[in-house]
């Protein structure tokens, strides 16, 4: 006999009404190892599993009272048992019985006369296997907690958190608008805008960190999107800085596509704000479009926010959408989580995004979504 603790190895119960067959398969699996149970018919076997349910089950089909069938369909309608690995041992051969020994829930069929070798293989395959399944259960288990854990953040970000922010950028907007005068007004006022900026970023970190803990609770829906309209919506914020910097903005012809607008307002507003302020000097800021892959049977829409900006670095573009990287590492602004938020929304669109480059020249990132 091996020098292994029983526990390690597991219980297997042997039901057979045949003792000659108990015997035999009892002996076997003790000697290698295993804690064995035996059972003489399908009755005593329930109750010795309600006493103490066993790792494993080898199950005789041809049995007076209870057939082992009728065994294992009970075993399966138990939530406390229904996991426990069946094997079926049979004299019979014919396919339709093997087949109903798998539809009622078994993992295997062993026919007698059966080898030594091949007992002992089975049982340790699906023991292992069995374990590897609770163990992975676990781990979902866990990540279900997690997940939990997760959403509730997420809500607290989107209700508790989010309505203070609103009253600082409220508060601060009006600051920023009030008519005092005097140096002290002044003052007052550039503070008002510091907060209000800071808010801003603030913000916009909030809503990255909520879309990436809830984006996958479901299925995005996707509805036809006015991208026209999304543009202009976007620009609206911009409109008077790019005034004020003397610069220009051109929005060509824009064609419609499906996408889920709150989404597609985020990825723009990212675009277009990064053109604002690494742009040229005035910026000059054209927002277009092209259909790509005509050869499906949806096309697929590339929209394109372009700047006159100093360029991107070659090397540098393989990275612009990864985590914490920044279009411009010389300056603090953000926390370099834009452009691969931007990224994982298009995934979940079905989309893709891209940029091309030039030093000197400036760059065009695109978005490009399902028509």
């Known amino acids: 006999m091996k020098e292994v603790k029983e526990s390690e190895l597991g ?7 045949q003792p000659q067959n108990l015997r035999v398969l009892a002996q076997l699996l003790t000697m290698e190892g295993y804690l064995v149970q035996v059972a003489r018919s399908g009755d005593l076997a329930l109750k010795s599993i309600e006493r103490q349910a066993p790792d494993l089950i080898l199950l005789d089909v ?58 002992l293989a ?51 907007q009006l600051l920023m608008e009030s008519e005092t005068d005097g140096e002290a007004g002044g003052e007052n006022r550039d503070i008002a805008a510091s907060v209000h900026d800071a808010g801003r970023k603030m913000e916009d970190i909030v809503s990255a960190l909520l879309f990436l803990a809830t984006k996958d609770k479901g299925a995005v829906v ?86 006159n900006g100093r360029g991107i670095p070659e090397d540098n573009l393989p990275e612009l959408f990864e985590p ?18 931007v990224k994982k929304i298009a995934e979940a669109m079905d989309g893709s995004v891209g940029v091309e480059s030039e030093i000197g020249k400036g760059s065009r990132f695109y978005v490009e979504l399902p028509g």
């Open 11 to 17: 219980t297997v119960l042997v039901v057979d009404d």
């Open 222 to 307: 996707a509805a036809p999107t006015k991208m026209e309209l999304v543009a202009e919506e976007c620009l609206k914020g911009y409109k008077d800085r790019v005034k004020e910097l003397d610069g220009k903005i051109r929005v060509d012809h824009l064609p419609d596509c499906r996408a889920h607008a709150p989404w597609i307002r985020r990825i723009f507003d990212n675009y277009i704000s990064n053109a604002v302020k690494f742009g040229g000097v005035p910026p000059e800021i054209r927002i277009s479009s092209e259909v790509v892959d005509t050869d499906l049977e949806v096309p697929r829409h590339r929209y394109w926010i372009e700047d």
């Open 122 to 172: 089975r049982v340790s395959t699906h023991l292992q296997i069995s374990r590897l399944q609770k163990a992975l259960k676990g781990t979902v288990d866990q990540l279900e907690e997690r997940n939990q854990r997760l959403e509730m953040f997420g809500n607290t970000l989107a209700h508790d958190l989010r309505s203070h922010l609103c009253s600082v950028l409220y508060g601060s």
């Open 62 to 119: 041809d049995m007076p009272v209870m057939s082992g069938f009728d065994v294992c369909e009970r075993l399966k309608k138990d939530p406390a048992t229904s996991a426990i690995p069946i094997l079926f041992v049979s004299a019979m051969e014919e396919a339709d019985t093997k087949i109903s020994s798998f539809k009622c829930g078994g993992v295997d069929y062993i026919t007698k006369p059966f080898e030594a070798g091949e007992i």
């Open 324 to 341: 914490y990287s920044r279009l411009d590492p010389d300056r603090p602004d953000g926390v370099g989580i834009g452009l691969s938020l």
